[in-house]
């Protein structure tokens, strides 16, 4: 006979998600144990098994639930009936206000991936292209020089997300710049400095 779920299984697995995520950040997925995440955890060593069979699962849990709140968060900004480079700022501002109290999984998903065998990260890579997506045709819309199929989109785009992903090293709550003014500050520059590029193509 299965063995029947309890009504706060749900609550309890989002609370080992969040615990093993700071754990594996703070001393390194490879150095902490399921014995550890369970002592973490205030449970046994059992009781975690019930939840997650390996470290591995545990891993590609916290990132594919860590991804798909960043899509879900940007889905809806993306498809609003707003100018191109007032999408491109609200895109920013979502995404880091996004990232909020979620430096571990951020951490995790930048620094840790890595150890996933590759057959079993293709859902992360592919939520991760579906996020760097609806950036690149946000980015795209600012500006003519990126007309479809432009070489300058990647680039553009991916140095938006080194500016934004790597923000989680030095940013501070309790600082002179907010979430939201930093996300302005990023679209300022990637604009600024966008105008005078060249496709590579054709120079």
């Known amino acids: ?12 697995r989002k609370s080992i998600l969040k615990l093993s995520a700071r754990a594996f950040a703070q001393q390194g997925y490879d150095k902490t144990s399921m014995a550890q ?8 060593k059992a009781l975690l098994y ?3 069979e390996n470290k591995e699962t545990l891993l590609i849990d916290i990132i594919s ?3 798909e709140e960043l899509v879900d968060a940007v889905q809806s900004v993306a498809q609003a009936e707003q100018e191109p480079v007032e999408i491109l700022r609200a895109l920013c501002r979502a995404l880091l206000m996004a990232y909020e109290d979620a430096d571990s999984e951020h951490k995790l998903q ?8 590759t057959e079993k990260k293709q859902d992360i890579i592919e939520l991760e292209r579906k996020l760097v997506a609806i950036f690149a045709r946000a980015v795209a819309a600012t500006n003519p020089q990126f ?3 432009s070489a300058l989109i990647k680039p553009v785009t991916m140095s938006l997300f080194g500016m934004l992903n790597w923000s989680y090293l030095w940013f501070r709550p309790d600082g002179d710049l907010t979430r939201e003014g930093y996300a302005d500050l990023v679209v300022s ?3 600024n400095g966008s105008q005078s590029l060249k496709d590579p193509a054709f120079s």
């Not at 995440?37 to 046994?44: K, P, Q, V």
């Not at 930048?110 to 065998?117: H, K, R, T, W």
């Open 37 to 44: 995440i369970a002592r973490i955890c205030g449970f046994s």
């Open 50 to 52: 019930h939840y997650y």
């Open 147 to 149: 007309s479809d199929g």
């Open 110 to 117: 930048i620094n840790e991936l890595s150890f996933l065998p």
């Open 65 to 67: 639930a860590h991804l």
């Open 1 to 12: 006979m299965a063995r029947t779920r309890a009504t706060d299984y749900d609550e309890k």
């Open 189 to 191: 520059l990637l604009l």
